[in-house]
């Protein structure tokens, strides 16, 4: 499967942490289109705001009058858009900002199936391309029991059989699984084949195991693109106080390490003159076996710079300078 190096993604769209209007979501799509390689990749689910981000990259891409060959969409299935009965939503409450719908999870054959057309009833003209089953480590995660788990792992296998009739059906183009336990994903691609997988979180400048290396490198060897999202830990590696979502506390013993880490990483970008950000990009992009690296943003004002971070390689005397330094492999 050919994809271009940068894989757009819309949660921002659906009103994660704050609300953009219309307008602005218009103009983020704008500055994608514009400085994205053709077909320019969406990467979206029915769980980004219940709904919402489908419908607002819909919306944007009929704004800017976008031939439906020039995108290909992906959507992660396993969400399904219900009525708002409450003050907030029930499936993620205080994540998403002003948004008007519930979601409830659907992950079975028929459940996947009414995602799908849903879906691509919220993105109009646009219907999904690349399809998945969405955070399936987090729906087996929620097992109580090991019979309770093979019941969950069986209503995946049911979904993807879902996936792969619709591809059959000439509907979509690709089936993919993304998660942040990469563990899970090889466990999948383990039993289903699959045309791609996105990593979350894993395959970062600071956590990158070779057994992972590995892994992406059968992959490839199989033909399975990868898509390496997350590659900030979080925001840590550019300066956040979250490591992969979980708060780093710097009177904690057991952070002291991390913290030592990113301190000596950002003095070796101050002396090559290095943009701690560019670096995340361009290691996460470069694992032998990559295909893609997932981006996102709020703003409009910052895609352009997102996609010359992909574009502008870095002198290899920096890498070796992490290397000498035990900061990276």
Not at 9 to 38: F, R, W
Not at 188 to 198: C, E, K, S
Not at 224 to 229: C, F, G, L, Q, R
Request: glycine share 8%.
């Amino acid at each position: 499967m050919h994809l271009s190096k940068v894989v757009f993604g819309t949660s921002g769209l659906g009103n994660l942490y704050q609300a953009p209007t219309q307008e602005e979501k218009n103009a983020i799509v704008g500055e994608c289109l514009a400085h994205m390689d053709k077909p320019a990749v969406f990467d979206s689910a029915g769980k980004y705001g219940a709904g919402l981000a489908l419908e607002a990259l819909g919306a944007a891409l009929r704004h800017w009058q976008v031939p439906p060959e020039q995108v290909l969409i992906s959507n992660k299935l396993g969400w399904y858009r219900i009525p708002l009965r409450g003050a907030e939503p029930t499936f993620e409450p205080g994540v998403w900002k002003n948004i008007q719908h519930d979601a409830e999870q659907r992950i079975s054959y028929e459940g996947i199936l009414q995602c799908f057309e849903q879906g691509n009833q919220l993105l109009g003209n646009y219907p999904a391309q690349l399809v998945s089953v969405h955070d399936p480590d987090e729906y087996l995660a929620t097992a109580g029991t090991p019979k309770e788990r093979e019941k969950k792992l069986q209503d995946i296998r049911d979904a993807y059989r879902a996936l792969h009739d619709l591809k059959a059906a000439g509907k979509v183009k690709a089936i993919g699984v993304g998660a942040k336990n990469w563990k899970i994903i090889r466990e999948i691609t383990g039993i289903i084949p699959l045309d791609w997988v996105m990593i979350a979180n894993s395959l970062t400048l600071h956590a990158h195991p070779q057994e992972l290396a590995d892994y992406i490198q059968s992959l490839q060897a199989r033909g399975v693109a990868v898509i390496n999202s997350a590659v900030f830990n979080g925001g840590f590696l550019t300066g956040g106080d979250y490591y992969n979502y979980k708060l780093v506390d710097g009177s904690d013993p057991a952070h002291h390490e991390l913290l030592r880490w990113r301190t000596a990483f950002f003095a070796a970008c101050t002396m090559h003159q290095v943009d701690p950000a560019h670096a995340c990009v361009q290691f996460g992009l470069n694992v032998p076996g990559v295909t893609a690296v997932a981006m996102s943003t709020s703003k409009a004002a910052k895609v352009k710079g997102n996609m010359d971070m992909v574009k502008n390689n870095i002198s290899p005397d920096f890498w070796e300078y992490l290397k000498s330094k035990q900061l990276i492999r």
